[in-house]
């Protein structure tokens, strides 16, 4: 007689033979999200999946800041607890909070929203969604497994019919429904992320640029995106400067590493005063960057 299987086991090994089983295992991430980060479920939470990238709301942009730096020791937390490599990146944007995740769920006090309930207890499917959610049965052998499938998609559609008929907007890019008088949430952190990068590579080129001329060039008016990208030009030049002092200290630096030192200095310099690299006098770069880091190299500066 054959030994009796675990039910758990069965679903985990069909789920591995349809290729399925990375997918479920990334959305435990739900289920288990403050077991695995503990209090910053408070001001964080996961709203997609989408591959190995998981979107994560926060209540503000100091706590998604935050939190982007603690990145890597979050994820090693969730595929430890996942037991495999199954998160390889999350992106935190306060935008993302108050999505459509917890719409027609229980509220902070236990009630349920009875229009959703009543509406999800309709059959309100057309014959061609009956019979596309029908074709998502796997094998004859899976059937169980199958109509759970199926039911489930036919609860994801009904609840989009119910989003779509509260007034919820349907963006035209990605498909997501997102509240009304509101910009697709995950099109907009990828809008600002994509403005960002724009701006940073202007300032990487032209550091001097000020922000109306930055307004001018790329049509993005968000002072924010603009002292986020001086922020981490200011940042990685500065770490540079740091590490050819410390290498200087040790050794005889070489011509392309002066060459490189300079051009370094004069930027950090044009971005922190605004003004073009070869209008710094020598006292500029003192004054701006240190003794300690313009004494480096000679740097051909400007004249008054």
């Not at 709203?47 to 998981?54: A, N, P, S």
């Not at 108050?98 to 006090?109: A, E, N, R, V, Y």
């Not at 007034?167 to 997501?176: E, H, L, S, V």
């Not at 590579?201 to 930055?214: F, K």
């Amino acid at each position: 007689m054959a030994r009796p299987e675990l039910v758990g086991n069965l679903i985990q090994q069909s789920l591995d033979k349809m290729g399925l089983l990375p997918k479920a295992k990334r959305f435990l991430v739900f289920w288990s999200w403050a077991r695995i980060v503990g209090d910053i479920a408070r001001n964080a939470r996961p709203r997609r999946i989408d591959g190995d990238v998981l979107y994560v709301a926060a209540t503000s942009s100091a706590w998604a800041q935050e939190l982007t730096l603690m990145r890597k020791s979050i994820i090693s937390r969730i595929n430890a607890h996942l037991g495999g490599n199954y998160i390889n990146d999350i992106r935190f944007s306060e935008h993302l909070w108050g999505t459509t995740q917890d719409f027609g769920d229980p509220d902070k006090h236990g009630r349920v929203d009875k229009e959703y309930k009543r509406f999800m207890s309709q059959d309100v499917l057309t014959p061609d969604e009956k019979q596309r959610i029908s074709s998502l049965a796997i094998t004859a052998d899976d059937s169980p497994l199958g109509s759970v499938f199926q039911r489930f998609a036919a609860t994801m559609e009904k609840r989009k019919k119910y989003l779509l008929k509260q007034g919820f907007n349907k963006c035209d890019t990605c498909g997501y429904l997102y509240q009304p008088e509101r910009m697709c949430p995950y099109c907009k952190a990828k809008k600002e992320r994509n403005d960002y990068y724009r701006v940073l590579t202007v300032l990487e080129q032209h550091p001097e640029t000020s922000d109306l001329t930055l307004a001018v060039m790329t049509g993005i008016k968000q002072k924010e995106i603009f002292a986020k990208a001086r922020q981490t030009l200011d940042s990685r030049w500065h770490r540079e400067l740091r590490r050819a002092h410390f290498t200087a200290s040790t050794r005889k630096l070489a011509k392309d590493e002066r060459a490189r030192l300079g051009e370094v200095i004069k930027k950090l310099a044009s971005l922190r005063t605004g003004q073009p690299g070869h209008e710094l006098t020598q006292e500029d770069l003192d004054r701006v960057i240190g003794k300690r880091f313009s004494g480096l190299v000679k740097v051909r500066a400007g004249r008054r």
